[in-house]
């Protein structure tokens, strides 16, 4: 999905989605401890460097590092409220793009680079969460899904197929930064979509 970030919003309200297209931002960002200060601030923050030493287990000097860093490509920024050293910061968007295609070989290559670090991430997170399944209640573990379907399509019914799901998906996002909105018994469920040409499949019309 490439969507440019809107400023069609309400004052103050944080955009949807920060698109990065620099080389140098694209390999910044594919590192797993910037990764996971920008998903943790965009889900608990904002916060300070020595609460993301908390939260990561890594030192307060190597957080305040790369939130830096962070901040250089404007995927974080200070927030109000700090007192001295301790310093807030916060995600700037709530989402990050970048191009899944470019002719630009520098471009592509340091996509594809943040792309294979993503995905990892990916597998790393979906297994752990597979590893807890036993201490959710019955319910939720009936409500959450893990399968795969194999889909004969041309990629501009691929294309149209992840605007769909994405304009299913698009309703409930309010939900994060407004904890009203949020029904009782409404709990945190990453949606992961993963949908691409297999090339393993055995192609029949040539046998």
């Known amino acids: 999905m490439q969507e440019e970030s809107s400023d069609q919003r309400p004052e103050g309200e944080q955009p949807r989605s920060i698109r990065l297209t620099d080389p140098r931002a694209l390999r910044a960002y594919a ?23 908390e939260l990561t287990g890594e030192s307060v000097a190597s957080c305040s590092y790369h939130l830096r860093i ?3 490509y404007g995927l974080v920024e200070e927030a109000p409220g700090g007192r001295g050293r301790e310093k807030p910061w916060r995600a700037t968007a709530r989402y990050t793009e970048w191009p899944e295609y470019s002719e630009d070989a520098a471009v592509a290559q340091a996509a594809g680079a943040l792309t294979a670090v ?7 997170r979906v297994v752990r969460a597979m590893g807890n399944r036993h201490r959710l209640p019955k319910e939720w573990q ?7 379907s ?4 041309t990629h501009e ?10 304009a299913l998906l698009r309703p409930y996002e309010a939900r994060e930064s407004d ?26 019309e040539k046998e």
């Open 150 to 153: 194999l889909l004969y399509l």
């Open 31 to 53: 590192h797993p401890l910037r990764l996971s200060l920008v998903g943790l601030l965009r889900s608990s923050g904002p916060f300070t460097a020595t609460r993301a030493a």
């Open 70 to 72: 962070l901040a250089k």
């Open 179 to 204: 904890p009203s909105l949020r029904p009782e018994g409404a709990g945190p469920v990453s949606v992961l979509r993963v949908a691409y040409l297999d090339l393993d499949v055995p192609d029949r």
């Open 157 to 166: 019914e691929l294309a149209e197929l992840g605007a769909r799901i994405e």
């Open 118 to 124: 993503v995905a990892e991430r990916y597998f790393e």
């Open 142 to 148: 009936e409500a959450e899904q893990f399968g795969d």
